[in-house]
């Protein structure tokens, strides 16, 4: 499901808002008239191995559970041991954990918990309710949040501990016009606390510069728009992937909506190094392995086609940005109708580093 769609979907979670006390275990802590139950749909029963959650090696008494291959982790465990914020916005009636980029968003649809992080929806994600809680799986966590985690499944424990992150400040910043019927409000990163100030500047302006861009487009079409027609709307956000080892990678979204069925979705991604400010495209981490392109085209060639929706047309990866990292990992994707139909979504692929690197290599090892 696309960006637009989930954000669609948002603007109505008090249709079927998380029940106040029950999924927190009866904390008690959000405004009281909130209390419809989930749907009997997003009822789990509970069928499941209990986990031993640890934070830096220290046992705590939230537990979590295994199910589904997944370690599941209680959103109350993120709040009491963790130390995150969680609120409830009366307003957009969502529930709020954490703070800044790596803050979540959660809300109870009809087909799931939906989540967001920073505003940016997370399609493979979902929150689970299990033994009237709330859940969420440890991958998030991991993926977006800054955390990692140790498990063992022979002993049915997790340790939580925070990851080494890169030292440096990421804020948002936006670009907003309230045009009558046609707002455009478009979210993006923006960094500091870097060791050179080129680098800095080289990054927030590539960025700044992309969504600019976007957004000059959005108001050319906004000046050719009929009182009759539907109302528009341009909105963009981001999530930051991976922030550590000297490298900084995200995704960000613009969607636009012009009238018609649907909207438009449009996503771009930036991998930096942060020693020079450098845009890495795949051959920089990965040109260790003169065949690496070779092995992306041929494992592509193979998957895009199994995966349902193909429209034909792919002869091989014809740019190198189109990626972005998590730990281990590159993630390749391709544009809405680019390859396949708009039900498909944006089709991710995902590589591990050491799929496409000799043994003991390092994607970081030529930035140091």
């Not at 009491?80 to 979540?104: H, R």
């Not at 923006?190 to 060791?195: C, F, M, N, R, T």
């Not at 018609?260 to 795949?282: E, I, P, Q, V």
């Amino acid at each position: 499901m696309n960006n637009k769609m989930l954000k669609t979907q948002a603007r109505r979670w008090g249709a079927g808002i998380l029940a106040t006390g029950m999924l927190l275990g009866g904390t008690g802590i959000f405004p009281a008239g909130i209390t419809q139950a989930a749907p009997a749909a997003a009822q789990v029963k509970a069928n499941s191995s209990s986990v031993v959650l640890k934070v830096n090696g220290k046992a705590v008494t939230q537990t979590g559970i295994v199910q589904d291959g997944k370690v599941w982790i209680p959103v109350t465990f993120m709040r009491d041991a963790l130390g995150m914020p969680l609120s409830y916005d009366k307003a957009e009636k969502t529930y709020s954990i954490g703070t800044g980029t790596g803050q979540l968003k959660l809300a109870n649809m009809d087909y799931g918990i939906m989540i967001s992080v920073n505003n940016y929806y997370i399609g493979e994600y979902q929150g689970k309710q299990l033994n009237n809680r709330l859940y969420v799986p440890f991958e998030l966590l991991s993926d977006y949040m800054g955390y990692k985690g140790d498990w063992s499944a022979a002993t049915g424990r997790l340790n939580v501990v925070k990851k080494t992150q890169n030292a440096i400040t990421i804020k948002t910043a936006s670009y907003t016009k309230d045009y009558k019927d046609a707002p455009i409000k478009l979210d993006y990163p923006q960094v500091s606390g870097l060791a050179n100030a080129g680098a800095e500047k080289a990054i927030n302006d590539l960025i700044k510069q992309t969504v600019l861009n976007y957004a000059k487009d959005a108001e050319d079409q906004i000046s050719k728009r009929s009182k009759d027609d539907r109302p528009y709307e341009f909105e963009g956000g981001y999530v930051i992937t991976y922030n550590q080892d000297g490298v900084l990678s995200l995704i960000t979204n613009q969607y636009g909506y012009t009238g018609g069925a649907h909207g438009m979705t449009y996503r771009n991604a930036f991998t930096f190094s942060l020693k020079d400010g450098k845009r890495l495209l795949l051959g920089d981490l990965f040109g260790a392995n003169p065949n690496y392109k070779k092995q992306l085209n041929a494992k592509l060639s193979k998957e895009i086609k199994a995966n349902g929706g193909y429209l034909g047309g792919f002869n091989g990866l014809n740019t190198e940005k189109y990626f972005y990292l998590k730990d281990g990992k590159a993630v390749l994707f391709f544009q809405l109708y680019e390859y396949t139909a708009y039900a498909a979504g944006f089709p991710e692929f995902t590589f591990g580093f050491k799929e496409l690197l000799p043994d003991g290599s390092s994607p970081f090892a030529a930035l140091k």
